[in-house]
């Protein structure tokens, strides 16, 4: 204990010596800003000592803020003599800035001097008045009172104000004597009477819920939905059935208002009351009524909302199954499913729209079922679905379902949307090719597309064997999907393809698939070089030298710019031409000036800045010379 005592002693002797060097700070020609921080410092260490220090500052335009900010935290009653002193020497921002002070100190015995201030002429220093009389509070409330009567109406704004944080730090009846009287007053802006209702139905708790029913029941619109939204703040059982008893009595609009209220409040016991708005009336009283059983999550409004999905109006359905949609509740899972079963077709297509968007994993197996069905626009959606909701375990079932449905270009979408999220595509692959075995026509070709999508080796082996088979169209998908193969994997059958085919379509494709994959090929850029050099002869048409001279672009060395510089002559492929030689130089200039300058003189373009590129590049070989 001894030893806690001398540590304390110690630390307030060096508070006391740092505070004794701060004031010496503030009392010397010290800058501007150790002056500032000398301040700041004393707000944290500072004690009366300081005040006779921070008072004359006060006065300072450049450090009256921080005299201030230093001289509110000190506990010292001499702070508050102080500062009351100030008033009657200040003026401008200076006085303003004193009297916020005084509020955050809530200086009772500041509130004569406030008082008198009320009717300055300068508004700013009348309102700052006001605001700090408001967290005076106590003595301040009868004269911030007499100046929301008698005061200038300039100023009424920040009486209010002062009254509300009266208000705010008092309880029960005298906080709402404090709204009553401001809130019946005439003359005053709208927003006051919205925050002074708010307040004196809020002071009174539960007491305060017949005032709320009053405002609601009252003739302007506005006031209504002012008081439905401060019902948001108010908890309890007896807020929900006073608004749920107002429903029958409202006109339209208001009905509608307090439709939204009880859902945007999220109380689920308000749900029966609401239950038959959503089932008779107008559309949208029911649309309305549906939104907030939706908002509520009472597992009781399901099926009430389910019946409603298969309701005759287009818009009240809808509005159910957006409900259903986002209702938060697992019940509703199993309730969509269901409809699945339901003999209307459209409304199977409905069920099975809400499952994917409520992402339900139950819903996978029941809609292998529904791909089943009689009904075009069922099968298709429930295909859709899948692609949405299936995994890899679904793959064969799907596949099945492919073989036997006519729907095979929805079939063909769910699988390829159902490997394309598998990271195992060996696995996806496996789970095909069982199916590609016994695929026939329009499904067979689908499959191959999917194989394509996937783009394992062993998917690729497949295609690579249909691309042999006899039967025309099972040929011709085999080679696009090999053309249009997404990993280099394919690219020694393309360059097969492209030497040894008699079709120049299919020689384009695969032409166009190996400028696509070589440059994605994880080897040296001389072995790409390579490979282009040996395609070029192959080339015929300018778009495929297009893209040629542009993938050349990109793999600088000495061979690729001697590739491209026969092109530069060629009028039709000059500016393709021009720009990947001057891409080309650019890197090899060092290593390579000779051929560089050699290119650089045959550039021939219409861009500006391509064309002083190149300039730049023979000027600076010339300079090296």
Sequence with gaps: MKHLIIAALLLAGTAFAQEDKLITILKSDAPLKEKADACRELARIGTGQAVPVLAPLLDDEKLSHMARYALEPISDPSVDAALRNAL??????????????????????AVGSLAKLLTDTDPAVAQAAARALGSISGPAVQVLENALSNGSPANQLAVCEGLFRCAEAMSGADATAIYDKVRTMSNLPHQVHVAALRGAILSQGANGVPLLVEAIRAESYVLSADAMGISADIPGEDVIMALTREISQANQQKRLLLLQTLGYRGDPAAAPAIVPLAQTGS?????????????????????????LVKDAEATVSSAAQTGLIGFPSKEADAAVVALFDDSDAR???????????????????????????????VVSTGFKTLGELAGAAEIPGVVDAMLKTKAVAAAETALSAICARQSDKTMCTDKLLPGLANA?????????????????????????AAAAESDKDVKETALRAMCDWPT????????????????TKFRILALRGQLRLIPMQTVADAQKVSQLKEMLPLI?????????????????????????????TREELKEEASAAAVAIAEKIIASHPVQVAEAMKQVRTSNDKLAERARQLLAGVRRAQ
């Excluded at 029911?286 to 909302?305: E, F, K, M």
């Design 88 to 109: 009657g020497k200040l003026t401008g921002p200076s006085l303003v800035g004193v009297i916020d002070s005084l509020g955050v100190r809530r200086d009772k015995e």
């Design 540 to 568: 015929k048409r300018t778009e495929e030298q297009r893209l040629a001279l542009a993938t050349l672009g990109g793999l600088p060395s000495a061979e690729s710019l001697a590739l491209v510089t026969p092109y530069l």
């Design 488 to 503: 280099v994997d394919a690219l020694p059958d393309l360059a097969q393809i492209a030497r040894t085919t008699a079709d």
């Design 347 to 377: 409304i199977r297509v409905a069920a099975i729209e809400m499952a994917g968007q409520r992402r339900i994993a139950a819903a996978v197996q029941p809609l292998l079922k529904a791909i089943g069905d009689t009904d075009a626009d």
């Design 283 to 307: 559309a949208t009283q029911r649309i309305t009524a549906i939104r907030s059983l939706a908002q509520l999550g009472n597992p009781s409004s399901i099926p009430v909302l389910v019946a």
């Design 440 to 464: 026939q026509g329009e499904s067979k070709l689908a499959l191959l597309r999917v194989l394509r999508t996937v783009g394992d080796p062993q998917a690729l082996t497949a295609v690579r």
